[in-house]
Nanobody
């Protein structure tokens, strides 16, 4: 099993950047596909980005494509989300999640492990 802890959230002005990190415990990190989700107040949790076991494939929601980059370092048991050109509508709690499924999925129900979340606030 893997446990996840996010960090790197904060307050940033529109157009700015943040990098989120998700540290995983456990020796089987590389056996999990990883994803980032977010949830804004009053809205459902939504998919942001995902990366395959060894980082060969990445997937993005249309709303963040071209602005966000997901990556992972299996030697450090860490997955990252680099967020550039941030917009006020990116404001949300960002969650890191792990899935044992061997195919890409953007469904939150397909992810088995979740972090506690980190707040990202983008001011206009």
């Amino acid at each position: 099993q893997v446990q996840l802890v996010e960090s790197g959230g904060g307050l940033v002005q529109a157009g700015g950047s943040l990098r989120l990190s998700c540290a995983a415990s456990g020796r089987t990190f590389s056996n999990y596909g990883m994803g980032w989700f977010r949830q804004a107040p009053g809205k459902e949790r939504e998919f942001v980005a995902a990366i395959s076991w060894y980082g060969a494939s990445t997937y993005y929601a249309d709303s963040v494509k071209g602005r966000f980059t997901i990556s992972r370092d299996n030697a450090k048991n860490t997955v990252y989300l680099q967020m550039n050109s941030l917009k006020p509508e990116d404001t949300a709690i960002y969650y890191c999640a792990a899935t044992a499924r061997t195919y890409f999925t953007s469904r939150s129900g397909d992810y088995d492990r979740w972090g506690q979340g980190t707040q990202v606030t983008v001011s206009a």
